[in-house]
């Protein structure tokens, strides 16, 4: 996913959903940078907007997020499945004409 000297962001707030397994040796080898930041300010939010604007053709942003409806049951579900780790990412969606 990432090019060689490239830089993955992982914006926090979220569980701890315990160890993984990786490589130092491919992290190392493609001389990679890992960013780790818990929160964020509002002057964050502009140039991960613009990220995600730039790799819109090469992510399928919208295929990663499973949509729930903003009502009681549908946000139930998003964070009973956000939970038990059965999306990548919950998104609640205001209209239901988007769901």
């Not at 926090?12 to 160890?19: L, N, S």
């Amino acid at each position: 996913m990432l090019r060689d000297g490239g830089t993955y962001v992982e914006m926090g707030q979220f569980t701890d959903a315990g160890a993984i397994a990786t490589s130092w040796h491919r992290i190392c080898a493609k001389d990679l940078n890992v960013l780790g930041s818990w929160a964020f300010t509002a002057n964050d939010l502009p140039l991960g907007v613009d990220m995600l604007d730039r790799a819109r053709d090469k992510y399928p942003w919208l295929d990663m997020q499973t949509l729930y409806p903003f009502d009681e049951g549908g946000v139930s579900r998003a964070v009973k499945d956000a939970m038990a780790m059965k999306t990548v990412k919950s998104t609640i969606v205001p209209w239901p004409e988007l769901v």
